[in-house]
């Protein structure tokens, strides 16, 4: 019993292992001895030999085999090493390794983090608690739900010109959306995004996907630019819920946050973030954070690293540092008010049956 990429290891190596961050998001670990749980494994009528061996991020684990060379295309014997998960790569990425540091990897869905050195439980079964992939350590996150996907569904569904004219200049699309995006003042001139919810696990359902308050007698402003901003605004609102819950928890303010992926790329969307959290918002060079802390691992479990935190100490450097603007954040500080409760009674349709949600969970 193990997770896809501990299944994608055994095939390239011969060898059934994962690691803490990758294992604790099976709901079967032991979260303080950062392994299989044995009462969790009794409880499901389960013996732990079905598992697979645990073992920290950035271990060697064995060599690509000559079967799984033949298959690949990769060299037989290059080594194979232990990876993590998405988000806790993500972090390394960042260097994202300290008690208290908040981040957010904003890529298809955003993922809101606070380092710990010791696990804590949510007792409100909101939001999760993992291991980290720094060994002895962990974190807790809240998942923003198609937080970043949600702008690429609109580009590609309501930006055809804006794709067009990207190709002929040679530029991103998202640069052309956000030039649009930063005409609109701070809360789109009404138009409010109602996508990702803030994470729940105990009902976690999700609103229709909208995008309402439109003035039909105004397309100048009520129209395409607003509805770009109004999803980049939504999805900050989910993060600030989920810095919320952080603090609530932790007993501790944040004072800052790391923001990574590819919401991080442009400019807009990062002062957004600024402005609606009301602290400082670090942009790391490298924004595929991921990527990143993956070569990472590889690079210590090869040797050119001494472990995981000297690479992540190595590589991670901050490219600019976002100032929230106080005008601004006072504002948002009302329209976050105004799209809790919006968001709540966009849900009671779905709830009621009338309209399909974003997503909702097996089981709710």
Same mark, same amino acid.
Request: proline share 4%.
């Given at each position: 019993?193990?997770?896809?990429?501990?299944?994608?290891?055994?095939?390239?190596?011969?060898? $059934?292992?994962?690691?803490?961050?990758?294992?604790?998001?099976?709901?079967?670990?032991?979260?303080?001895?950062?392994?299989?749980?044995?009462?969790?494994?009794?409880?499901? =009528?389960?013996?732990?030999?079905?598992f697979? =061996?645990?073992?920290?991020?950035?271990?060697?684990?064995?060599? #690509?085999?000559?079967?799984?060379?033949?298959?690949?295309?990769l060299?037989?014997?290059?080594p194979?090493?232990?990876?993590?998960?998405?988000?806790?790569?993500? !972090?390394?990425?960042?260097?994202?390794?300290?008690?208290?540091?908040?981040?957010?990897? +904003?890529?298809?869905?955003?993922?809101?983090?606070?380092?710990?050195?010791? %696990?804590?439980?949510?007792?409100?079964?909101?939001?999760?608690? !993992?291991?980290?992939? $720094?060994?002895?350590?962990?974190?807790?996150?809240?998942?923003?739900?198609?937080? +970043?996907?949600?702008?690429?569904?609109f580009?590609?569904? $309501?930006?055809?010109s804006?794709?067009?004219?990207?190709?002929?200049? +040679?530029?991103?699309?998202?640069?052309?959306?956000?030039?649009?995006?930063?005409?609109?003042?701070?809360?789109? /001139?009404?138009?409010?995004?109602?996508?990702? /919810? #803030?994470?729940?696990s105990?009902?976690?359902?999700?609103?229709?996907?909208?995008?309402?308050?439109?003035?039909?007698?105004? %397309?100048?402003?009520?129209?395409?630019? =607003?509805?770009?901003?109004?999803?980049? =605004?939504?999805?900050?609102?989910? #993060?600030?819920g989920?810095?919320?819950?952080?603090?609530?928890?932790?007993?501790?303010?944040v004072?800052?946050?790391? $923001?990574?992926?590819?919401?991080?790329?442009?400019?807009? &969307?990062?002062?957004?973030?600024?402005?609606?959290?009301?602290?400082?918002v670090?942009?790391?060079?490298?924004?595929?954070?991921?990527?990143?802390?993956?070569?990472?691992?590889?690079?210590?479990?090869?040797?050119?690293?001494?472990? !995981?935190?000297?690479?992540?100490?190595?590589?991670?450097?901050?490219?600019?540092v976002?100032?929230?603007?106080s005008?601004?954040?006072?504002?948002?500080?009302?329209?976050?008010?105004?799209?809790?409760?919006?968001?709540?009674?966009?849900?009671?349709?779905?709830?009621?049956g009338?309209?399909?949600?974003? &997503?909702?969970?097996?089981?709710?």
């Open positions: 019993m193990g997770m896809l990429s501990d299944w994608i290891l055994y095939r390239l190596s011969g060898r $059934f292992v994962t690691d803490p961050s990758i294992g604790s998001s099976s709901g079967m670990f032991d979260l303080k001895r950062r392994g299989w749980s044995r009462r969790t494994a009794e409880l499901c =009528e389960l013996d732990l030999g079905v697979p =061996e645990v073992k920290e991020p950035g271990s060697n684990v064995g060599e #690509v085999t000559k079967q799984a060379a033949e298959e690949t295309g060299r037989a014997g290059t194979v090493v232990l990876g993590g998960a998405d988000t806790q790569l993500g !972090l390394i990425g960042m260097g994202a390794s300290k008690r208290g540091e908040v981040a957010t990897v +904003g890529g298809s869905f955003w993922q809101t983090t606070v380092g710990l050195d010791a %696990p804590i439980i949510d007792a409100k079964m909101r939001l999760r608690s !993992l291991c980290h992939a $720094f060994p002895g350590k962990w974190m807790m996150e809240g998942i923003g739900f198609y937080s +970043g996907l949600t702008l690429r569904w580009r590609d569904g $309501f930006c055809q804006e794709m067009e004219v990207a190709k002929r200049r +040679g530029i991103d699309p998202y640069v052309l959306m956000e030039e649009l995006a930063s005409t609109v003042p701070p809360g789109s /001139n009404g138009v409010m995004g109602i996508f990702g /919810n #803030v994470m729940d105990k009902r976690w359902v999700h609103a229709s996907p909208s995008l309402i308050q439109f003035r039909i007698g105004d %397309p100048a402003n009520s129209g395409k630019k =607003e509805a770009i901003r109004a999803i980049q =605004e939504s999805a900050a609102y989910v #993060v600030l989920h810095l919320r819950i952080i603090e609530s928890i932790t007993g501790r303010k004072g800052g946050i790391l $923001f990574a992926g590819g919401g991080a790329k442009g400019k807009v &969307w990062p002062q957004i973030m600024a402005d609606v959290l009301g602290v400082e670090r942009i790391p060079v490298v924004k595929e954070s991921t990527s990143l802390g993956c070569a990472i691992c590889a690079g210590t479990g090869t040797g050119w690293y001494a472990d !995981l935190q000297s690479g992540s100490e190595g590589l991670a450097r901050t490219e600019r976002l100032s929230p603007g005008a601004n954040h006072r504002v948002y500080q009302e329209l976050y008010k105004k799209w809790t409760k919006v968001y709540a009674r966009s849900l009671t349709m779905v709830e009621d009338l309209l399909e949600p974003l &997503w909702w969970p097996a089981g709710a």
